[in-house]
DNA sequence: TTTTGACATGTCGAAAATGACATGTCAGTT
DNA sequence: AACTGACATGTCATTTTCGACATGTCAAAA
């Protein structure tokens, strides 16, 4: 399980409240977790139970802010450098790449035009994100990944959707 | 839910057992998706009792050959084509390379270096595949694209090591 | 001949994830 | 003063997934 690992993990950047992770759910990881707030307040409420976060604030419309305690950090560190990772994914676009052959050169066609709009649509918001970001952020370098990999994969579309 | 339309598009490349879709979730799809036998069975018959695949084969040891049959065809394409994707991916690896900036240096360089001969180890598969594969199957471009995006993570991961 | 290991299918309880329901606050507009 | 929409937190029934349990076959090696 690791909703719990990427829920500290967004904490250790930044104490935020439920409804703002559920908004990084949305955002800046939406490429790599999803999760609803349904999963994520009874998640931050085990947590907190366990000792590994707290509330550190309460603001308005009983908005509560959690940080990671001493232990939630170093849970956090030992997951990240100790435990094996869990390579295997769940990725339903790339399950459609791999059987996107068994359709004719028309469906196929259609389908790569659609990917690659979104791909494209994808590197816009990359790149615009990039400009608007703080210089001295330590993500540019996950920005710049991310872009390589979009970069591949839109000539890989072009490419196959000319075949 | 698409384990059913990953079991779909795996028999309609080659009828197969149970067992053999499930060698295919732990090998051919294993970058893209994961599922149990104790999935993958119960998936099975609720798929025969819609009418979306059928037994065409029994061989020894009680095993059954499934096959799709035509509404089975017809739905595969309507979901690959017509159904938008749902881009959302669940990916434990992509949570730690985005997390990886909380780590000390130290830290950070052991876990680049795992990932790297992970990589690596991939992309060797990969080669191997392609070696071996039938010089006419439709698979070469998806090889092609899996090595491409291995060759820009490896590359970042060694810049990031250096850094 | 026994034993090992790959082949093969299933069930079941527990855990995780989803989607709908439910409630309320606060700031800004109409 | 009423309304709208973003903010904010929660629960709950259903669906999906996981891991363990359970059972048995068949070929080849010891």
Redesign the pocket.
Known sequence: ????HAILGLLARKPS???????MFDASLRSA??????????????LEEGGLVEVVD?????????ALTDDGRTELRRWLVDDEP?R?Q?NESAVRLFLNQLLDPADRRKVFTRDLEHVEAETAALLDLRERMDPDEPFAAQIELGLRINEVLATWLREQAER
Chains 1, 2 share one sequence.
Do not use: F, N, V
Request: charge should be positive; hydrophobic fraction near 20%.
């Open positions: 399980m690791s909703l719990r409240t439920g409804y703002e992770l559920s908004g977790w999803h999760a609803r707030h349904s999963q994520i307040y009874p998640e931050l409420a085990r309460r603001g308005p419309r009983g908005s509560k802010t959690y869990d295997s769940r």
